[in-house]
């Protein structure tokens, strides 16, 4: 293979000039949805109506429909938010972490990773509103000043996780709004439709495309880059806290910060590759999210998979290491006691699956790839799974020992939380420019100024 | 309408035709009488009927007054206001009662023939809550949890409440006197034919007086007693070796050595409650007195798992292992019996059943050793042969100094014989029967199918079910007559030669029930109306003035010593001293041994511990009371060995069927360690058909295995059998059946130092063998909070915890805690705030039991508290884990973090969800403690250490002026505690007994590394094995 290091490869495959780059990605916004989109869609808001159902019915009857039990007091209700919180990760590392770094290529995933960020921790946050014994108390987990002279308890790492998922969120939300300006202005002049121009023009704040306007744009997005970047790690770090300051083994664990957060990598970035596999595909953007993407993806998938399996291998070394019965005793019943199915499935799919990315060809296969990336994305809920129940369900007492069956309504939330995010990642496609006008004309080539007048590099 | 400001019309004031506008033709020529009406602002006459005065006087003001008061109205009329029924304050005071103060009144259990003496906590005037007469002297302020839940019995919702008529397969609610007069006039038709009165024990004097006066009134009037489980066969065999009287009373509080064969004294035999009192008085660390017990027995009972040393064998080979002992004890101390057993040795005999025979020389030198302070205690479920070979072993070891001298037991009547009972079947078939009379019994549960009871009742002209609810019997009986229940009836009773009890009821019956007394006196009078509230209360106390009170030798007047015998709810007498005369040594006759080498399966039916012979089947606290050992609750099942499962290729929960010659039964497979091999034990109290909605179809009924031809006995069936199914059936237990063999769970609550054992021996060389082993205390960090006040905790000694479950039941009661059901424990999430963890060590043939009642440890530095996110668990400052029910949101978060995951959820609001809302019945709602929150669903609860009983007596110190001190209060599980096991009290009182075992030197906290320091000292179990062994 013969390749040339001291040239960039280009970001933008196809040749594209800049109108047609526009053309291409606004395409979706302005054609009528076709019968597949409607097929796409419905299957998705028939999962959303499964967990609506399911919801309802917990309301009404009370969460002894879900499998919870004595000792394992939460179970797939958390399993899900951490699960969602986690994929929520890739989005706000991709465009804010990436982009200080001055990862050109993030151009082409951020908006849809963004996008995919604030969806799935919507989805996150559904569960803890839900997972209490009387969601309408829910209230009191907010620190607003009463009569009562009652207040919050701040020592309380659930109450941690209240701040650091709606920050999260807000100064996400915000980020990807900024990000969205300028491409609404794009669409705003683009459209002939008279609503959709009221729309665009509400949310394009006045953009211009003046020099002005991206000079104040482009520090404000830098600056908010800025301040997402360390939520990125303090999100999934105070997640882990809800674990780690607890003191049941398997859960007390100093390890669970990095571990969670390379962890969050590593599911929201097979998260990302699933659903650009196909949008790319759908969408005809394969000159835009290039193969090149998807491979720099997997890399990043291959590194922080082999983290969470270093973190896997330092819990039982510590386990041991450390002499504390319970806690060793919990990790070998991990791994050969009754959950031992779900202990293994997690490591198969989170450690050793993702290996076969050592090979470039695995790497820049679609199918392949797609089959790894959903074997992440199971192993990764199955992780949680693993630390929330295999912990509870056999801790110090073994009398109090119990195992955990899911049923039937825990189940239905799982699917409702999934029929959510893509009804929302469906609704996305058709609505907003997927990936960001502006940012990838910027990094096309010959939109830079260069000293050889930005000619086509041979 | 004036015109006035029509400036254009007036100028022009001539007839001609005005160009503007006009409304007809009048005006637009200027018709001057037009011109002058429009002058005025009405038309002539119009005003005419006006007058300020003659108008409505409703103001503007009292106009939107009415409205905003209809509307108010219209939309409360609308709203879902219900009335709630009556609330009625008390006008005037009664003289009894203090709204807010419990009233404590005496009386006398009936849950069972043990007639124990209560005392029953009342609020404003409903019965809340049930504890022991202190004063009595048998149970001597404790009581059992069948008698704790009793209380449930009295609000069952399903009581029938009114007589009830059976006509063609339903019941019609009648008046009670149509139901006398039929009745009377039936009993008078009956010349010739029989009246069978049919009835569970009697203990009580008066009822006696009332069945003869019934007898003399109706003279074929014929009295059949019985009792499913019961010590006949010990009594016929005591009669048979001593001549009279029935089976001592022991001192158990006196034994060196007790052997145990196939009996459970401290579980469903004799009278448990003072048994276990004077068992656990024998395991004192205090005194350091110990008792040393010897089980040899089919299956693991309470027992069993307090025992010493226990060896299982079948049943079968009860009497070679009495008659081997013996002749060793002869060879081995010169102790000759009145049996001389040559042929048997007991070294055979440990070889033939592969029996540790190590145990066994400790057992006979022991009993040598202890001559004269041992006790060899046959169950009652033995033949008759054994009891009197152990009589004589008894009596030849010297061990009639053990048996009390003070006080015998009592029987009024004796039980019928089963011969008498099929003469009573064959005469019911024969038609000679005319009316049958159940008096609160239900002998078509009860009885074996092969008797025929039911098919020969049909053909009985009427028969009569007196009870307090349905059941079988009922189903098949022409009345039912709701009767009273214990707490709304009179009565007395004598189960022992040193003393009375008396009964009063603490409320009016809620229903239309009447005692059952009452019944038989009104049909005894042959007059429908002669019933009164006052009936059996008028009689009971003639009977009493007439016939009891003269021969007490009282020195007070019969009213006073009436009204202080009902205060007291007690009458002491004195016995006379109770002497035992020489043992009939030619009792044991051994030309009719005939050791038979069992084979096939031995079938063991037992009683159950909570529901006893199903009586208290309906009971959902019961029910939901996990068996002492298998933890089962909800169902009972085929205990098998592990080597039995193995052998047939079954595992828990498999489905098998058990028959006995033609008797079938499918019953489900639940390993239980320490089971004998190749014997099935079942316990009785299930499998009803007609019980209500908490009973009926819970469970097997394994009366249907009985048969009236006994076998071995009526309780124990060799040659039975056992074939697989296939199909499987859910045990729910509280606690999972953990691999015996799996070295990853292993032992763990030994390695967790879960539960800490040692030996006496140990203990005696080395008091403080305990602290030594313990982590050292770890410094703090924090500047802990300093706790200068009383500051609550609790010591159990667990010596003395038999791990019988009755503190669980008496939590139940004092703490509203609602039943969950069966597919609730199946999920693992019972309510009971207290439970009796059960672990096992060693080989799952013969496992060594730890038993341990585990609650909230209310640590100082309790790791629920601080991860609350709304503060709703939080520490007092006396040193108790509270919980805020209002704030809790129901993370779980306090759970998860639990070490020793006594916290408990309500999934559900469990009243709601368990049977159809059978809990939220009105009624129950009456039963509920006052003090104590009732939890919906969503909230987490767990022990108090009974804050409501910390209040109170806070409350009374406080009105009396002087400082609360820890032994103001008892917990409900501490007052239940029939072997006294558990101590409360304060921390920081150097005065009180309780100090003395929270600081004992054999104390221990549960998980004491992890530094949460609890408040719930355990004091380590020793056990007293030969020192050799140690």
């Known amino acids: 293979m013969n390749i040339d290091y001291s040239q960039e490869t280009p970001l933008i495959a196809g040749r594209l000039d800049l109108a047609q780059i526009e053309e291409l990605i606004a395409q979706p916004m302005d054609t009528k949805p076709d019968r597949k989109y409607y097929i796409a869609l419905s299957i998705s808001v028939t999962a959303l109506l499964i967990g609506a159902v399911s919801l309802g019915l917990t309301f009404y009857y009370g969460i002894g429909l879900w499998g919870n039990n004595q000792p394992v007091g939460w179970a797939f209700e958390i399993v899900n938010f951490v699960f969602w919180v986690g994929i929520g990760h890739a989005g706000t590392l991709i465009s804010a972490i990436l982009f200080l770094l001055r990862q050109k290529w993030r151009t082409g995933i951020?908006?849809?990773?963004?996008?995919?960020?604030?969806?799935?921790?919507?989805?996150?946050?559904?569960?803890?509103?839900?997972?209490?014994?009387?969601?309408?108390?829910?209230?009191?987990?907010?620190?607003?000043?009463?009569?009562?002279?009652?207040?919050?308890?701040?020592?309380?790492?659930?109450?941690?996780?209240?701040?650091?998922?709606?920050?999260?969120?807000?100064?996400?939300?915000?980020?990807?709004?900024?990000?969205?300006?300028?491409?609404?202005?794009?669409?705003?002049?683009?459209?002939?439709?008279?609503?959709?121009?009221?729309?665009?023009?509400?949310?394009?704040?006045?953009?211009?495309?003046?020099?002005?306007?991206?000079?104040?744009?482009?520090?404000?997005?830098?600056?908010?880059?800025?301040?997402?970047?360390?939520?990125?790690?303090?999100?999934?770090?105070?997640?882990?806290?809800?674990?780690?300051?607890?003191?049941?083994?398997?859960?007390?664990?100093?390890?669970?910060?990095?571990?969670?957060?390379?962890?969050?990598?590593?599911?929201?970035?097979?998260?990302?590759?699933?659903?650009?596999?196909?949008?790319?595909?759908?969408?005809?953007?394969?000159?835009?999210?290039?193969?090149?993407?998807?491979?720099?993806?997997?890399?990043?998938?291959?590194?922080?998979?082999?983290?969470?399996?270093?973190?896997?291998?330092?819990?039982?070394?510590?386990?041991?290491?450390?002499?504390?019965?319970?806690?060793?005793?919990?990790?070998?019943?991990?791994?050969?006691?009754?959950?031992?199915?779900?202990?293994?499935?997690?490591?198969?799919?989170?450690?050793?699956?993702?290996?076969?990315f050592w090979f470039r060809k695995i790497r820049r296969s679609i199918p392949l790839m797609l089959i790894i990336v959903i074997f992440v994305n199971v192993g990764m809920w199955f992780e949680r799974f693993v630390i929330t129940v295999t912990s509870l369900n056999r801790d110090f007492l073994p009398s109090s020992w119990a195992y955990f069956t899911p049923t039937m309504y825990d189940i239905g939330l799982l699917i409702g939380s999934f029929g959510f995010f893509f009804t929302l990642v469906i609704l996305f496609t058709k609505s907003l420019p997927v990936v960001s006008i502006s940012e990838v004309k910027a990094v096309a080539d010959g939109a830079q100024p260069t000293h050889h007048g930005g000619a086509y590099h041979e | 309408m004036s015109e006035q400001n029509n400036g254009l019309n007036t100028a022009n004031e001539d007839n001609t035709p005005h160009p503007n506008y006009w409304r007809s033709f009048e005006s637009l020529y200027r018709d001057p009488k037009v011109i002058e009406a429009k002058a005025h602002e009405f038309k002539e006459g119009v005003t005419d009927d006006f007058s300020p005065s003659g108008m409505s006087n409703i103001s503007r003001r009292k106009f939107f007054a009415l409205l905003g008061a209809s509307a108010a109205l219209a939309g409360t009329a609308c709203t879902d206001y219900r009335d709630k029924g009556e609330i009625v304050p008390y006008n005037v005071k009664p003289e009894e009662i203090t709204v807010g103060k419990p009233n404590y009144y005496a009386s006398t259990c009936t849950a069972c023939p043990n007639a124990c003496g209560i005392l029953i906590k009342t609020r404003e005037g409903r019965p809340i809550k049930i504890d022991g007469n202190p004063d009595h002297p048998v149970n001597k302020g404790k009581i059992c949890a069948k008698g704790q839940a009793n209380i449930l019995n009295l609000y069952d919702p399903e009581r029938i409440k009114a007589p009830q008529k059976n006509s063609s397969l339903t019941f019609n609610e009648v008046s009670w006197k149509d139901a006398d007069n039929e009745i009377i006039t039936a009993l008078g038709l009956a010349g010739s034919d029989e009246i069978a009165l049919i009835t569970h024990s009697i203990t009580s004097p008066t009822m006696l007086k009332v069945i003869d006066d019934f007898k003399a009134k109706y003279p074929t009037a014929k009295l059949y007693s019985y009792e499913l489980f019961n010590d006949s066969i010990k009594n016929s065999a005591w009669r048979k070796t001593y001549g009279s009287g029935n089976f001592p009373l022991l001192k158990w509080d006196e034994a060196k050595v007790i052997l145990s064969l196939e009996s459970d004294f401290l579980g469903t035999e004799g009278h448990k409650v003072e048994t276990s009192r004077l068992f656990s008085q024998n395991r004192d660390v205090d005194s350091k007195k110990f008792t040393r017990l010897y089980c040899i027995d089919s299956n693991i009972t309470i027992t069993g798992i307090n025992s010493d040393y226990r060896l299982h064998i079948r049943p079968e080979a009860q009497l070679e292992f009495v008659l081997s002992l013996a002749n060793e004890i002869a060879k081995k101390g010169n102790i000759t019996s009145a049996i001389s057993a040559s042929g048997y040795d007991l070294n055979n005999f440990a070889k033939k059943y592969n029996l540790d025979s190590k145990i066994l020389n400790y057992l006979v030198s022991d009993l040598i050793a202890n001559k004269g302070k041992s006790i060899i205690t046959a169950g009652n479920s033995l033949p008759e042969n054994v009891h009197i070979a152990v009589n004589l072993l008894n009596d030849a070891l010297g061990n009639k100094n053990l048996y009390r001298t003070d006080s015998s037991s009592v029987s009024l009547v004796d039980h019928s014989t089963i011969e008498e009972f099929e003469a009573l079947v064959q005469k019911m078939n024969a038609g000679s029967v005319a009316v049958v009379i159940n008096i609160d019994c239900n002998p078509v549960y009860h009885f074996a199918d092969d008797l025929g009871f039911e098919k020969a009742l049909a053909k009985v002209p009427l028969s009569i079910t007196l009870t307090e609810r349905l059941n079988e019997t009922t189903a098949v009986t022409h009345y039912a007559l709701p009767l009273n229940h214990n707490f709304e009836s009179w009565g007395d009773a004598k189960v022992r030669t040193n003393v009375f009890s008396l009964q009063q009821p603490v409320i009016a019956p809620i229903h239309q029930t009447r005692q059952k007394e009452s019944i038989l006196l009104s049909w005894i009078s042959g007059k429908s109306d002669s019933f009164t509230e006052y009936l059996y209360l008028t009689y009971l106390k003639n009977n009493w003035e007439k016939n009891i009170y003269p021969t007490l030798n009282s020195k007070i007047s019969f009213d006073k010593f009436w009204l202080g015998a009902l205060h007291d709810g007690i009458v002491k007498t004195t016995s006379p001293v109770i002497s035992y005369g020489a043992a009939n040594t030619g009792s044991f006759d051994e030309s009719k041994i005939e050791i038979k080498n069992p084979e096939g399966f031995t079938l063991i039916i037992k009683e159950n511990y909570s529901l006893g012979d199903g009586r208290f089947a309906h009971n959902g606290w019961l029910q939901e009371l996990p068996h002492p050992v298998s933890k089962a609750t909800w169902d009972n099942y085929a205990a098998l060995s592990e080597k039995t499962c193995k052998d047939f290729g079954l595992k828990d929960n498999d489905l098998i069927e058990v028959s006995v010659e033609n008797r079938k039964l499918k019953l489900p497979v639940l390993m239980q360690a320490g089971t004998a091999d190749n014997v099935i034990v079942v316990e009785s109290g299930f499998g009803r058909t007609n019980s209500g909605t908490v009973a009926t179809g819970v469970g097997f009924n394994v009366n249907s295995l009985l048969s009236s031809k006994s076998n071995l006995s009526p309780w124990i069936y060799s040659n039975a059998k056992i074939t697989k199914t296939g199909d499987t059936y859910l045990v729910a237990t509280t606690q999972e059946h953990h691999v015996f063999d799996d070295p990853l769970v292993q032992d763990l609550h030994i390695i967790r130092k879960i539960i800490q054992e040692g030996t006496v021996a140990e203990y005696l060389k080395n008091p403080s063998f305990i602290k030594e082993n313990n982590e050292a205390q770890l410094p703090s960090v924090s500047n802990p909070y300093p706790y200068n006040g009383v500051k609550w905790g609790m010591a159990i000694d667990l010596n003395k915890c038999t791990g019988c479950g009755d503190c669980v039941v008496a939590c139940d009661v004092e703490n509203n805690i609602p039943v969950v059901g069966k597919d609730q424990v199946l999920k693992s999430r019972e309510m009971q705030w207290l439970r009796i963890d059960r672990y096992y060590s060693g080989s799952p043939d013969n496992p060594k039991v730890s038993i341990q009642p585990m609650l909230c440890q209310h640590c100082d530095q309790a790791p629920c508290e601080n991860v609350c996110p709304v503060v709703a668990t939080t520490h007092s400052p006396d040193g108790l884990n509270q919980m805020t029910y209002n704030r809790c949101v129901g993370t779980r978060y306090c759970s998860n973090n639990c070490p020793y995951k006594v916290r408990r959820f309500n999934f559900y609001n469990f009243r709601d969800h368990f049977r159809d809302s059978y809990q939220e019945n009105p009624i129950l709602a009456l039963m509920h403690n006052p003090e104590v929150t009732v939890r919906s669903r969503g909230v987490m609860e767990k022990c108090t250490f009974c804050v409501q009983r910390i209040s109170e007596a806070r409350a009374d110190a406080t009105h009396l002026k002087r400082n609360l001190k820890g032994s103001d209060v008892t917990t409900a599980c501490q007052d239940a505690c029939s072997s006294n096991a558990i101590y409360f009290g304060d921390i920081n009182d150097k005065e009180e007994e309780f100090y003395k075992y929270r600081n004992h030197e054999l104390g221990y906290y549960v998980l004491e590394e992890l530094n949460v320091k609890p408040n719930v000292t355990y004091i380590a179990k020793l056990r007293n094995i030969h020192s050799e062994e140690v």
């Not at chain 1, 609404?184 to 002939?192: A, I, Y």
């Not at chain 1, 104040?216 to 674990?243: C, N, Q, R």
């Not at chain 1, 510590?318 to 019965?325: E, R």
């Open chain 1, 110 to 356: 951020a908006r849809f990773a963004e996008a995919m960020t604030i969806f799935a921790v919507m989805c996150a946050g559904i569960f803890p509103a839900i997972h209490t014994g009387r969601p309408w108390m829910d209230g009191y987990l907010l620190p607003y000043p009463n009569q009562h002279g009652l207040w919050v308890n701040f020592t309380s790492p659930l109450l941690w996780d209240v701040f650091a998922v709606t920050t999260y969120f807000t100064v996400s939300l915000v980020f990807w709004y900024v990000g969205l300006i300028p491409d609404f202005g794009s669409m705003r002049d683009r459209t002939t439709s008279k609503i959709k121009k009221t729309i665009y023009s509400i949310f394009s704040l006045g953009w211009r495309h003046s020099n002005r306007h991206w000079s104040h744009y482009e520090k404000a997005y830098m600056l908010l880059a800025g301040f997402a970047t360390p939520l990125v790690l303090s999100v999934h770090t105070i997640v882990s806290f809800d674990f780690a300051v607890s003191i049941i083994p398997g859960w007390h664990t100093t390890i669970f910060p990095p571990y969670f957060v390379a962890g969050a990598i590593f599911s929201g970035f097979a998260m990302v590759v699933t659903v650009l596999i196909f949008v790319r595909k759908i969408f005809d953007l394969q000159n835009i999210i290039t193969i090149d993407h998807l491979e720099k993806m997997n890399k990043v998938i291959l590194s922080t998979g082999m983290m969470v399996g270093y973190a896997y291998s330092m819990e039982f070394f510590i386990a041991w290491y450390s002499g504390v019965q319970a806690e060793s005793f919990l990790f070998l019943s991990r791994a050969f006691g009754p959950y031992a199915w779900a202990y293994w499935i997690m490591v198969s799919c989170n450690v050793l699956i993702p290996q076969l």
